[in-house]
């Protein structure tokens, strides 16, 4: 089996052309997902609508909050659904050259739209049923139906990845021989700025700037739009589309050399980009506790805004660097584990929710501090998504597109 594209291939055979540190970066990300909603019951901004929970900040929202799970999550939303579209584009280009456009398309579309359709139509039922039961105790599975699509809007939930990366993956195949010149003349030009870190650094903040920060002043930084379950954040689809493209740009010809090769400067310098990831972080915190007293006011809209964008996308550049250096520095041999966790990585994302929601709905009249409710939820959810998978994994059918 070839690897074409981290959400569809999901078995680790490292001798015939597979990327470890690719393998596990891409399963830790879905770990770094699985934890980001467990947290989200308990964040201290959580608030929750009874009317249509998906109004809320999150489907479950519990009395019990910490700050720490703030930072936990907001750090996490900085970057890493970036950075799983970045990796989600790493094998397109070998794809559409092997497959063809048409050939290629109908792989994405098994892989990627036809698990998409499924999760939304009977996985995000199990998951969003507690949800209703929270804001309507009587419950009834003709009255959440009826909720469910008429007022709530058909929520995906976590599978909007998954019909977005189809949609990135679709535009790529029909538009390919524009995209494929300038795919290989910037990935050339890359390369060559292997040894030239800082320069690459600042071409992709540079990027990362003008992709997000004028749309979230233009939409707003949180809001969704779409039609039914085709729901995306508008601040950042030219964000996670900027990603795709960059991961297409890296994957173009071997991955493992040029700025991704062990001796380049680039991944040498993995050091700073993890220090320059906790000092943006820092700031971006410090911004927006001094928002929280008035500064943004004092100092004026726009100035606020440009220095909070400017700290944003500074956070998400070196966030995304760190980790990609990291494991590419660090990933020296296959783990039984980390091979178990990539088999089943895209499977636990899409079942993951349903154990979150529900675990989350029967802990809200626990008296426990949210970081224990946190981490049941997280451990149940990820052993249990875990064991699920290998499960559904048993049948053919689901292994071979799952």
Not at 29 to 40: D, G, N, P, Q
Not at 84 to 112: A, E, Q, S, T
Not at 151 to 168: A, D, H, K, R, T
Not at 266 to 289: D, N, P, S, T
Request: aromatic share 20%; hydrophobic share 50%.
């Amino acid at each position: 089996m070839t690897y074409d594209n981290p959400a569809s291939n999901p078995v680790p055979d490292h001798s015939s052309g597979r990327v470890l540190w690719v393998d596990y970066l891409r399963s830790f990300i879905t770990v770094l997902v699985v934890a980001h909603h467990s947290t989200l019951a308990y964040t201290t901004f959580a608030r929750f609508n009874p009317h249509a929970y998906i109004l809320s900040t999150h489907p479950i929202i519990d009395s019990k909050r910490w700050t720490g799970l703030d930072i936990f999550e907001n750090f996490n939303d900085v970057f890493f659904m970036a950075l799983m579209f970045l990796i989600g584009g790493f094998f397109v280009v070998k794809g559409l050259k092997k497959k063809g456009p048409v050939l290629f398309i109908r792989d994405r579309f098994y892989r990627l739209f036809l698990p998409f359709v499924v999760a939304v139509s009977f996985l995000m039922l199990l998951a969003y049923y507690p949800a209703y039961l929270n804001a309507h105790p009587e419950g009834g599975i003709k009255n959440f139906l009826h909720d469910f699509v008429f007022v709530e809007g058909w929520p995906p939930g976590p599978p909007w990845f998954i019909w977005v990366l189809f949609l990135f993956n679709l535009v790529f195949a029909v538009f390919g021989k524009a995209f494929l010149p300038f795919v290989y003349k910037a990935e050339n030009k890359l390369q060559m700025l292997a040894d030239h870190p800082v320069k690459v650094a600042m071409v992709i903040y540079i990027i990362i700037w003008l992709l997000y920060v004028p749309a979230s002043w233009i939409f707003g930084a949180y809001s969704w739009t779409g039609f039914g379950p085709f729901a995306f954040q508008e601040s950042r689809l030219l964000l996670y589309f900027g990603f795709f493209i960059f991961g297409s740009l890296l994957g173009a010809s071997d991955i493992e050399k040029g700025l991704f090769s062990s001796d380049s400067r680039f991944i040498k310098y993995w050091r700073v980009w993890l220090r320059a990831c906790v000092i943006f972080y820092m700031l971006l915190l410090g911004l927006e506790a001094l928002g929280r007293q008035g500064f943004g006011e004092k100092l004026g809209e726009w100035p606020s805004k440009i220095i909070y964008g400017c700290v944003y996308a500074g956070s998400t550049c070196f966030s995304s660097l760190a980790f990609l250096t990291l494991f590419r520095k660090f990933t020296k041999r296959a783990s039984s584990i980390w091979d178990s966790l990539t088999r089943n990585a895209y499977c636990i994302y899409l079942v993951h929710y349903i154990f979150v929601l529900w675990c989350q709905y029967e802990l809200l009249n626990v008296n426990l501090p949210a970081f224990i409710k946190f981490l049941i939820t997280f451990l149940i959810s990820m052993i249990v998504s875990w064991q699920v998978s290998i499960l559904l994994r048993k049948i053919p059918v689901v292994k071979k597109y799952v």
